[in-house]
């Protein structure tokens, strides 16, 4: 009789090490969190003013307890880029096992905009300092809510960023959060990511792998001017059915003047194409989605359905990373909400006459000046928008300071078809204006 217990205690004690070992290496696939590199792939800038949101979940204490917990997974991550997202058995092993499906399990579950904030990600390279500066200017100044931004920026800006927002006034830093990180790419390939476009543009493909704790977000080029506050557009979340995952404006709406109906060498989304350079995001779906596609009859996740179709296409894209997402959409139209033009007005929606029913009903709401027209002569139309957000002080009056000075500059541009279309810059602007004095009245 004992040696049947004694075999049986070998029994347990064999069962309970083979289990470990077992948990040891699921917890090693399922962590996917933090296989970038701590220096260079996607982690935040300590020094920013940055609160902690990205990893804190819930208020008060639950939430610190959940944030210590996330900390000791990623305090031992691996500092490579690893395309089949598995972590080594010895890095976060055991210890960290129900973290790690808890962490994967909630993404669905706990939404990061549940606090209010809208998160804002923007990607800046070479000389787009100032540019950037104006757009998230432009966010500050009209929106009613908080706000996040995400920063990716070369290493010679990042310190231009902190120094500019941080020498803005107390009364408007209260009004957001930013974190700055670097740009990064995938090991494989870096290069050609980082050069596919404008510099550093391809960036934004990675913001789901790299922001992995973020649930949503609304990415913009540096070339934009909210006329209206991000709260609005963070809304069209609200109107995704259970199979959006992202939403983007058509890249024209005029079939005759399209790109991509007339050009294009690969699928693209729809009649004419999306414009990516205003992009709402649900990022825990698009993690989660297996995407159909053309290079193999398996759905793809995001991580995986990258690289291939880049290598497939790099000889036929012109616009870079939009084209791949064109590629992506035009294989998965049920996962796009197509907002209208407003959210993403561009010198093609007035060069040839207005071609944007609903600005013309509503007026612009966010303003893209494509192909440098904030910088040169030939949208005076856009620069005066841009220029008078860019000289405005924080302070003083906007109707006075800002709209006043505006309307004036933009009478001098009806020589253009933009410039005669130009109320309609406007039109929305002087609705934000108001209700952001209103505000500053009443917390006086």
């Given at each position: 009789?004992?040696?049947?217990?004694?075999?049986f205690?070998?029994?347990?004690?064999?069962?309970?090490?083979?289990?470990?070992?077992?948990?040891?290496?699921?917890?090693?696939?399922?962590?996917?969190?933090?296989?970038?590199?701590?220096?260079?792939?996607?982690?935040?800038?300590?020094?920013?003013r940055?609160?902690?949101?990205?990893?804190?979940?819930?208020?008060?204490?639950?939430?610190?307890?959940?944030?210590?917990g996330?900390?000791?997974?990623?305090?031992?991550?691996?500092?490579?880029?690893?395309?089949?997202?598995?972590?080594?058995?010895?890095?976060?092993?055991?210890?960290?096992?129900?973290?790690?499906?808890?962490?994967?399990?909630?993404?669905?579950?706990?939404?990061?905009?549940?606090?209010?904030?809208?998160?804002?990600?923007?990607?800046?390279?070479?000389?787009?300092?100032?540019?950037?500066?104006?757009?998230?200017?432009?966010?500050?100044?009209?929106?009613?809510?908080?706000?996040?931004?995400?920063?990716?920026?070369e290493?010679?800006?990042?310190?231009?960023?902190?120094?500019?927002?941080?020498?803005?006034?107390?009364?408007?830093?209260?009004?957001?959060?930013?974190?700055?990180?670097?740009?990064?790419?995938?090991?494989?390939?870096?290069?050609?990511?980082?050069?596919?476009?404008?510099?550093?543009?391809?960036?934004?493909?990675f913001?789901?792998?790299?922001?992995?704790?973020?649930?949503?977000?609304?990415?913009?080029?540096?070339?934009?001017?909210?006329?209206?506050?991000v709260?609005?557009?963070?809304?069209?979340?609200?109107?995704?059915?259970?199979?959006?995952?992202a939403?983007?404006?058509?890249?024209?709406?005029?079939?005759r003047?399209?790109?991509?109906?007339?050009?294009?060498?690969?699928?693209?989304?729809g009649?004419?194409?999306?414009?990516?350079?205003?992009?709402?995001?649900?990022?825990?779906?698009l993690?989660?989605?297996?995407?159909?596609?053309?290079?193999?009859?398996?759905?793809?996740?995001?991580?995986?359905?990258?690289?291939?179709?880049?290598?497939?296409?790099k000889?036929?894209?012109?616009?870079?990373?939009?084209?791949?997402?064109?590629?992506?959409?035009?294989?998965?139209?049920?996962?796009?909400?197509?907002?209208?033009?407003?959210?993403?007005?561009?010198?093609?929606?007035?060069?040839?006459?207005?071609?944007?029913?609903?600005?013309?009903?509503?007026?612009?709401?966010?303003?893209h000046?494509?192909?440098?027209?904030?910088?040169?002569?030939?949208?005076?139309?856009?620069?005066?928008?841009?220029?008078?957000?860019?000289?405005?002080?924080?302070?003083?009056?906007?109707?006075?300071?800002?709209?006043?000075?505006?309307?004036?500059?933009?009478?001098?541009?009806?020589?253009?078809?933009?410039?005669?279309?130009?109320?309609?810059?406007?039109?929305?602007?002087?609705?934000?204006?108001?209700?952001?004095?209103?505000?500053?009245?009443?917390?006086?």
């Amino acid at each position: 009789m004992r040696c049947y217990h004694q075999a049986f205690i070998l029994c347990m004690v064999s069962t309970f090490l083979s289990l470990l070992y077992v948990l040891s290496q699921l917890a090693s696939t399922l962590e996917d969190g933090d296989d970038w590199d701590l220096n260079k792939q996607g982690i935040p800038d300590r020094r920013s003013r940055d609160t902690g949101h990205l990893l804190r979940k819930k208020a008060g204490l639950a939430g610190l307890r959940d944030r210590e917990g996330l900390d000791r997974c990623r305090k031992l991550s691996v500092s490579y880029w690893n395309p089949y997202w598995r972590l080594p058995a010895d890095v976060c092993g055991v210890n960290c096992l129900l973290e790690s499906s808890i962490r994967k399990r909630s993404g669905s579950a706990v939404k990061e905009h549940g606090d209010g904030r809208s998160h804002l990600a923007v990607v800046a390279c070479g000389p787009r300092l100032e540019e950037t500066l104006t757009m998230l200017k432009s966010a500050v100044l009209l929106s009613r809510k908080p706000l996040h931004f995400y920063i990716f920026a070369e290493d010679d800006l990042q310190d231009h960023f902190r120094n500019a927002l941080d020498s803005w006034p107390r009364t408007v830093q209260t009004k957001f959060n930013y974190t700055i990180y670097p740009i990064t790419f995938p090991n494989a390939n870096a290069k050609e990511w980082k050069k596919l476009f404008k510099p550093c543009a391809s960036q934004r493909l990675f913001l789901p792998l790299i922001l992995k704790e973020v649930d949503s977000l609304l990415y913009v080029d540096t070339d934009i001017i909210f006329l209206q506050p991000v709260e609005d557009i963070w809304a069209l979340l609200s109107q995704f059915n259970s199979s959006h995952l992202a939403a983007m404006a058509p890249e024209h709406e005029e079939p005759r003047i399209g790109w991509y109906n007339r050009f294009a060498r690969h699928p693209y989304y729809g009649k004419t194409g999306i414009n990516s350079g205003v992009m709402l995001m649900n990022m825990t779906r698009l993690r989660e989605k297996s995407f159909k596609n053309d290079m193999t009859t398996v759905a793809l996740k995001w991580e995986e359905i990258l690289m291939p179709l880049y290598q497939k296409y790099k000889l036929n894209i012109t616009w870079g990373d939009q084209d791949l997402l064109n590629i992506i959409f035009h294989h998965n139209p049920e996962s796009l909400y197509v907002f209208p033009c407003q959210w993403n007005y561009r010198p093609d929606h007035c060069i040839y006459g207005s071609n944007c029913q609903q600005a013309d009903r509503e007026g612009v709401f966010i303003l893209h000046g494509n192909r440098g027209v904030f910088h040169d002569d030939k949208q005076p139309a856009f620069r005066a928008v841009y220029e008078a957000i860019r000289k405005y002080t924080f302070g003083e009056n906007m109707e006075t300071s800002l709209l006043q000075p505006l309307e004036a500059s933009l009478q001098t541009t009806t020589n253009t078809y933009c410039g005669r279309a130009s109320h309609l810059f406007t039109k929305k602007l002087k609705q934000s204006i108001a209700s952001a004095q209103r505000d500053v009245t009443q917390r006086r």
